[in-house]
């Protein structure tokens, strides 16, 4: 761990496990109560010299960004090996890492004059916080963390951060290399399972959540953080829909549709997990999906032919085969895959799901693995509505020949991101966030860092 500038080892640790092969890949420092006091007092200490000076901030995430790319190949091999992910997509979470360090570090948010009757001067201006309590999932661990250490830091406040402790090893190596570049106390690194991170939302110290995860914890967030009205951001599950259009050619779109359900073995908040079929293409996009998914390599990350990695951990492993399987005894058919691939790691072969109800598992929950339902509809106005059941709320996308059309449909959709003929583009500029039951505020852009400041008007007479 890193505390107050130190490399901290703990007095326990719990062991990391690879999902390739189910050995044990290293282990852990486990963060006890006086570790995580610690580390909250020195980011308390270091917010007093770190919020006066932007510029040296700035300086700091662009050095930030050097400290990535000279370290990009040993720390995707980490990743690769604790999270799955091919070693491809590893590297490029490393350099996506590094942009938005640079990204952020160039972001302007000046104080803005009032005009007031009276030639009284008023400026509002956007103060730090103080010390932010972030806490990232497993499915991207190293740049979900960048996402809120990048603009926690530009805007004057100090991070205490908690990994997964399915995935942490990745993201203490970040925090041991960024060392040599944030001050002491800026940046502090901890690990540990849940019972962690209910204590730092609950710690006195703390003045802000920024949290990445399921919606129970960021329920368990939230309630957390009100007895003292932290302020929280939450990114939260999403059950993202799909919405092809009747002049849609499913020999174009298929690949791009499968891509954005299966990127990361469908570990991504925002992938597609569920499409919407018009019923006169239905059966032509069900044989193109089937016949994709079968030319699709799944294996170890660390092999470079890999396109697919496994399910992160046994608990999401099981639980992927649990919603397939309901699927099926709903009556739905499994048209490809859905079986455990292999006898070692967690490997599910990407499941394409036809005809399962609305009501089964597979389609009304956040299966965040590879299984895809493909669903039929008569008209648009019942896609819509469809997409829009329940209390999920972060992405969507709509495809078709009409992108006029197809943007139009977009805005009946209740969710934060809505894409055309495209899913998964995510950039440090776009602000992305969910609606309902999918989170509280939003990240990246100029919009996600503001989320770090508080406002403070100051009038002079």
Not at 332 to 359: K, L, M, N, S
Request: proline letters at 5%; a negative charge; hydrophobic letters at 40%.
């Amino acid at each position: 761990m890193l505390i107050d500038g130190e490399l901290v080892s703990g007095t326990d640790s719990f062991d990391v496990l690879n999902p390739a092969d189910e050995t044990v890949l290293g282990s852990a420092p486990e963060c006890s109560q006086a570790n995580l006091d610690r580390a909250v007092h020195a980011a308390q200490e270091a917010f007093r010299g770190w919020r006066r000076n932007i510029e040296k901030r700035r300086d700091v995430l662009r050095r930030a960004a050097v400290v990535l790319r000279e370290n990009a190949d040993p720390l995707a091999r980490l990743l690769t090996q604790e999270q799955g992910k091919p070693l491809a997509k590893a590297r490029g979470e490393i350099g996506g890492s590094a942009r938005w360090f640079e990204y952020t570090a160039e972001l302007e948010y000046s104080s803005q004059a009032i005009e007031v009757a009276g030639q009284r001067s008023v400026t509002v201006h956007h103060r730090p916080l103080g010390v932010v309590a972030a806490i990232i999932p497993w499915n991207y661990p190293v740049i979900t963390a960048v996402w809120k250490i990048a603009p926690a830091l530009l805007a004057g406040n100090t991070v205490v951060l908690k990994p997964s402790p399915f995935t942490p090893l990745a993201t203490l190596k970040m925090a041991e290399l960024l060392n040599d570049v944030i001050p002491r106390g800026v940046l502090n690194v901890v690990s540990g399972g849940d019972e962690l991170g209910a204590r730092m939302t609950s710690h006195p110290g703390v003045r802000k959540i920024a949290f990445t995860g399921s919606i129970s914890t960021g329920k368990a967030v939230a309630a957390a953080a009100a007895p003292d009205l932290k302020r929280i951001t939450l990114e939260l599950g999403g059950n993202d829909p799909a919405i092809v259009l009747p002049d849609a050619v499913p020999e174009a779109i298929t690949e791009h549709l499968f891509r954005a359900a299966f990127e990361n073995s469908g570990q991504v908040c925002v992938a597609i997990k569920r499409v919407y079929v018009p019923e006169q293409l239905y059966n032509r996009f069900a044989e193109e999906f089937a016949r994709f998914a079968g030319t699709v390599k799944l294996g170890n990350g660390l092999d470079e032919s890999s396109e697919l990695g496994p399910v992160n951990n046994d608990r999401q492993f099981e639980r992927v085969l649990d919603l397939i399987g309901d699927g099926r005894e709903r009556g739905g058919r499994i048209a490809v895959g859905g079986a455990r691939h292999g006898e070692q790691g967690y490997f599910i072969e990407p499941a394409i799901a036809t005809d399962v109800p609305d009501d089964a598992r597979l389609v009304s929950e956040e299966q965040f693995g590879p299984a895809l339902p493909l669903l039929s509809y008569r008209d648009v106005d019942e896609a819509v509505d469809r997409a829009n059941a329940g209390m999920f709320g972060l992405a969507a996308s709509v495809w078709g020949e009409d992108t006029q059309r197809a943007s139009e449909i977009g805005g009946e959709l209740e969710c934060g991101t809505v894409w055309v003929n495209q899913h998964l583009n995510i950039v440090p500029q776009v602000p992305m966030g969910g609606w309902k039951w999918s989170g509280i505020g939003v990240e990246n852009g100029i919009w996600g860092l503001l989320q770090f400041t508080q406002m403070q008007v100051v009038e002079v007479a």
